[in-house]
Protein backbone atom coordinates (compact mmCIF):
# COMPACT_ATOMS: atom_id res chain seq x y z
CA UNK A 1 0.00 0.00 0.00
CA UNK A 2 1.05 3.73 -0.58
CA UNK A 3 -0.35 6.26 1.41
CA UNK A 4 -0.09 9.86 -0.77
CA UNK A 5 -1.13 13.23 1.79
CA UNK A 6 -2.61 16.34 0.20
CA UNK A 7 -3.63 19.31 1.48
CA UNK A 8 -6.40 20.72 -0.07
CA UNK A 9 -8.07 24.22 1.11
CA UNK A 10 -11.54 24.21 1.79
CA UNK A 11 -14.29 22.37 0.24
CA UNK A 12 -14.94 22.28 -3.80
CA UNK A 13 -13.79 19.24 -6.36
CA UNK A 14 -12.04 17.16 -3.10
CA UNK A 15 -14.54 14.88 -5.13
CA UNK A 16 -11.86 14.23 -7.11
CA UNK A 17 -9.99 12.38 -5.12
CA UNK A 18 -12.47 9.33 -4.32
CA UNK A 19 -12.34 9.29 -8.38
CA UNK A 20 -8.66 9.68 -9.16
CA UNK A 21 -7.95 6.73 -6.17
CA UNK A 22 -10.60 3.86 -7.77
CA UNK A 23 -8.91 4.81 -11.17
CA UNK A 24 -5.19 4.40 -9.73
CA UNK A 25 -5.87 0.67 -8.39
CA UNK A 26 -6.20 -0.81 -4.96
CA UNK A 27 -2.91 -0.66 -3.54
CA UNK A 28 -2.64 3.32 -3.39
CA UNK A 29 -4.40 5.35 -1.32
CA UNK A 30 -5.64 9.05 -0.92
CA UNK A 31 -5.34 10.74 2.36
CA UNK A 32 -6.98 14.43 1.96
CA UNK A 33 -6.80 17.06 4.74
CA UNK A 34 -8.96 20.23 4.13
CA UNK A 35 -6.74 23.52 5.46
CA UNK A 36 -8.41 26.59 6.25
CA UNK A 37 -9.18 28.31 3.09
CA UNK A 38 -9.63 32.51 4.81
CA UNK A 39 -11.13 34.59 2.16
CA UNK A 40 -12.97 32.46 -0.91
CA UNK A 41 -11.18 34.60 -3.93
CA UNK A 42 -8.64 34.50 -6.21
CA UNK A 43 -6.64 37.75 -5.22
CA UNK A 44 -2.96 37.43 -4.76
CA UNK A 45 -2.95 38.86 -1.33
CA UNK A 46 -6.27 36.42 0.09
CA UNK A 47 -4.36 33.35 -1.99
CA UNK A 48 -0.88 33.83 -0.16
CA UNK A 49 -2.55 34.55 3.19
CA UNK A 50 -4.57 30.65 2.36
CA UNK A 51 -0.58 29.43 1.27
CA UNK A 52 0.80 30.36 4.67
CA UNK A 53 3.19 28.19 6.16
CA UNK A 54 0.56 28.41 9.83
CA UNK A 55 -2.09 27.29 7.47
CA UNK A 56 -0.44 23.97 5.70
CA UNK A 57 1.24 23.39 9.19
CA UNK A 58 -2.15 22.77 11.05
CA UNK A 59 -2.77 20.06 8.55
CA UNK A 60 0.51 18.05 8.44
CA UNK A 61 0.14 16.27 12.04
CA UNK A 62 -3.41 14.15 10.55
CA UNK A 63 -1.39 12.94 7.46
CA UNK A 64 1.30 11.48 9.15
CA UNK A 65 -1.38 9.73 11.81
CA UNK A 66 -2.59 8.59 8.36
CA UNK A 67 0.59 6.56 7.38
CA UNK A 68 1.06 9.23 4.62
CA UNK A 69 4.51 9.28 2.75
CA UNK A 70 4.04 12.12 1.00
CA UNK A 71 2.84 15.46 1.12
CA UNK A 72 1.28 17.20 -1.73
CA UNK A 73 -0.03 21.18 -1.22
CA UNK A 74 -3.39 20.63 -3.21
CA UNK A 75 -3.18 24.35 -4.73
CA UNK A 76 -1.95 25.87 -7.60
CA UNK A 77 -3.08 29.60 -7.16
CA UNK A 78 -2.07 29.36 -3.87
CA UNK A 79 1.71 28.19 -4.48
CA UNK A 80 2.28 29.65 -7.63
CA UNK A 81 1.43 33.47 -6.12
CA UNK A 82 5.12 33.12 -4.01
CA UNK A 83 6.96 33.53 -7.29
CA UNK A 84 9.74 30.76 -7.96
CA UNK A 85 11.75 31.17 -5.03
CA UNK A 86 9.29 31.44 -2.57
CA UNK A 87 6.95 28.76 -3.80
CA UNK A 88 9.94 26.19 -3.22
CA UNK A 89 10.41 28.00 0.73
CA UNK A 90 6.85 27.09 0.66
CA UNK A 91 7.55 23.36 -0.19
CA UNK A 92 10.82 23.41 2.04
CA UNK A 93 8.69 24.90 4.84
CA UNK A 94 5.84 21.87 4.64
CA UNK A 95 8.53 19.17 4.44
CA UNK A 96 9.73 20.37 7.58
CA UNK A 97 6.73 20.74 8.98
CA UNK A 98 5.69 17.16 7.88
CA UNK A 99 8.51 15.43 8.51
CA UNK A 100 8.32 13.80 4.53
CA UNK A 101 8.80 14.37 0.91
CA UNK A 102 6.59 17.43 -0.11
CA UNK A 103 5.36 19.58 -3.47
CA UNK A 104 2.47 21.54 -4.50
CA UNK A 105 0.60 21.13 -7.18
CA UNK A 106 2.22 24.14 -9.29
CA UNK A 107 5.71 22.30 -8.96
CA UNK A 108 3.61 19.29 -9.92
CA UNK A 109 2.85 21.19 -13.18
CA UNK A 110 6.08 21.53 -14.48
CA UNK A 111 7.21 17.90 -13.41
CA UNK A 112 4.12 16.94 -15.30
CA UNK A 113 5.61 18.67 -18.56
CA UNK A 114 8.89 17.58 -17.88
CA UNK A 115 7.71 14.01 -18.34
CA UNK A 116 5.73 13.87 -21.16
CA UNK A 117 8.37 16.00 -22.91
CA UNK A 118 5.63 19.34 -23.55
CA UNK A 119 7.85 22.01 -23.62
CA UNK A 120 5.19 24.68 -25.34
CA UNK A 121 2.01 24.99 -23.52
CA UNK A 122 -1.50 26.53 -23.41
CA UNK A 123 -3.39 27.90 -20.09
CA UNK A 124 -7.18 27.19 -19.42
CA UNK A 125 -7.06 29.14 -16.26
CA UNK A 126 -10.59 29.92 -14.32
CA UNK A 127 -8.98 32.89 -12.28
CA UNK A 128 -9.02 36.49 -13.46
CA UNK A 129 -6.38 37.75 -15.52
CA UNK A 130 -4.09 39.18 -13.69
CA UNK A 131 -3.80 35.63 -11.48
CA UNK A 132 -3.52 33.75 -14.80
CA UNK A 133 -0.82 35.75 -15.42
CA UNK A 134 1.26 34.80 -12.64
CA UNK A 135 1.07 31.37 -13.57
CA UNK A 136 2.30 31.88 -17.10
CA UNK A 137 5.31 33.25 -15.45
CA UNK A 138 6.14 30.33 -12.68
CA UNK A 139 6.45 28.32 -16.07
CA UNK A 140 8.02 30.45 -17.90
CA UNK A 141 10.46 30.34 -14.68
CA UNK A 142 10.52 26.67 -15.01
CA UNK A 143 12.02 26.95 -18.76
CA UNK A 144 8.38 26.69 -20.72
CA UNK A 145 7.03 28.71 -23.55
CA UNK A 146 3.45 30.25 -23.13
CA UNK A 147 1.84 30.01 -26.11
CA UNK A 148 -1.35 31.72 -24.58
CA UNK A 149 -3.29 32.09 -21.37
CA UNK A 150 -6.61 32.19 -21.02
CA UNK A 151 -8.28 33.74 -17.65
CA UNK A 152 -12.13 33.02 -17.37
CA UNK A 153 -12.25 35.59 -14.41
CA UNK A 154 -13.54 33.65 -11.62
CA UNK A 155 -12.93 35.25 -8.62
CA UNK A 156 -14.01 32.03 -5.86
CA UNK A 157 -13.42 28.46 -5.89
CA UNK A 158 -17.05 27.72 -4.49
CA UNK A 159 -18.18 28.87 -8.08
CA UNK A 160 -15.64 27.05 -10.01
CA UNK A 161 -16.83 23.71 -8.05
CA UNK A 162 -20.21 24.23 -9.81
CA UNK A 163 -18.48 23.80 -13.19
CA UNK A 164 -19.30 20.37 -15.10
CA UNK A 165 -18.25 18.96 -18.33
CA UNK A 166 -19.77 21.19 -20.97
CA UNK A 167 -17.79 24.61 -18.60
CA UNK A 168 -14.75 22.69 -18.67
CA UNK A 169 -14.57 21.59 -22.84
CA UNK A 170 -15.96 24.94 -23.57
CA UNK A 171 -12.74 26.98 -21.29
CA UNK A 172 -10.09 24.06 -22.61
CA UNK A 173 -11.29 25.15 -26.38
CA UNK A 174 -11.20 28.70 -26.15
CA UNK A 175 -7.51 28.57 -24.83
CA UNK A 176 -5.93 26.28 -26.58
CA UNK A 177 -3.63 26.94 -29.55
CA UNK A 178 -2.60 24.80 -32.05
CA UNK A 179 1.34 24.85 -31.54
CA UNK A 180 1.15 23.99 -28.06
CA UNK A 181 2.86 20.74 -26.74
CA UNK A 182 -0.44 20.61 -23.93
CA UNK A 183 -3.03 21.84 -22.20
CA UNK A 184 -3.10 23.08 -19.06
CA UNK A 185 -6.19 23.66 -16.37
CA UNK A 186 -4.53 24.95 -13.30
CA UNK A 187 -7.24 25.38 -10.49
CA UNK A 188 -7.81 22.68 -7.88
CA UNK A 189 -11.42 23.83 -7.38
CA UNK A 190 -12.19 22.24 -11.02
CA UNK A 191 -13.74 19.29 -11.08
CA UNK A 192 -11.85 17.53 -14.13
CA UNK A 193 -10.87 14.00 -12.81
CA UNK A 194 -14.14 12.44 -14.92
CA UNK A 195 -13.18 14.28 -18.26
CA UNK A 196 -9.42 13.86 -19.00
CA UNK A 197 -9.70 11.50 -21.92
CA UNK A 198 -12.13 13.59 -23.34
CA UNK A 199 -10.63 16.59 -23.47
CA UNK A 200 -7.53 14.97 -25.14
CA UNK A 201 -9.37 13.41 -27.34
CA UNK A 202 -11.47 16.94 -28.30
CA UNK A 203 -7.79 18.64 -28.46
CA UNK A 204 -5.70 16.04 -29.74
CA UNK A 205 -3.27 16.81 -27.34
CA UNK A 206 -2.15 15.72 -23.40
CA UNK A 207 -3.82 17.41 -21.13
CA UNK A 208 -3.11 18.69 -17.57
CA UNK A 209 -5.18 18.96 -14.47
CA UNK A 210 -4.17 20.40 -11.11
CA UNK A 211 -5.96 17.92 -9.46
CA UNK A 212 -4.50 15.23 -11.82
CA UNK A 213 -0.75 15.99 -11.63
CA UNK A 214 -1.26 16.66 -7.72
CA UNK A 215 -1.89 13.15 -7.69
CA UNK A 216 1.29 11.85 -10.20
CA UNK A 217 3.26 14.36 -8.46
CA UNK A 218 2.51 12.22 -4.84
CA UNK A 219 3.11 9.18 -6.50
CA UNK A 220 6.67 10.60 -7.76
CA UNK A 221 7.80 11.65 -4.63
CA UNK A 222 6.84 8.19 -3.79
CA UNK A 223 8.99 6.58 -6.80
CA UNK A 224 5.74 5.10 -8.35
CA UNK A 225 4.63 4.97 -11.59
CA UNK A 226 0.91 3.36 -12.50
CA UNK A 227 -0.49 2.84 -15.82
CA UNK A 228 -3.89 4.60 -15.27
CA UNK A 229 -4.79 5.56 -19.34
CA UNK A 230 -8.27 7.14 -18.38
CA UNK A 231 -6.38 9.78 -16.63
CA UNK A 232 -4.52 10.48 -20.17
CA UNK A 233 -1.10 10.55 -21.32
CA UNK A 234 0.67 11.85 -18.62
CA UNK A 235 -0.50 8.35 -16.69
CA UNK A 236 0.65 5.82 -20.19
CA UNK A 237 4.20 6.40 -19.89
CA UNK A 238 6.49 3.59 -19.25
CA UNK A 239 4.60 2.35 -16.33
CA UNK A 240 6.32 0.34 -13.59
CA UNK A 241 3.15 -0.77 -12.07
CA UNK A 242 -0.45 -1.60 -14.02
CA UNK A 243 -3.72 -0.38 -12.91
Given amino acids: MTALGFLYPGHSAEDDYPRLEQLLGSDIRLDVIHTEIGEDAHRVDALRRMG ?71 VAATYPEDVAGLFADFLRAGGFEVAHVHGA ?50 LGKPVLTANQVTVWEGLRLCDRRVNAPRLGALFTREPLVQA
Fill in 52 to 122: SAERLAAGVGELRMAGAESVVWACTSGSFVYGWEGAHEQVRGLAVAAGMPASSTSFAFVNALREIKAHRVA
Fill in 153 to 202: GIVTAAEVGTWGEAEVLALAQEADRPDADALLLPDTALHTAAHVQILEKE
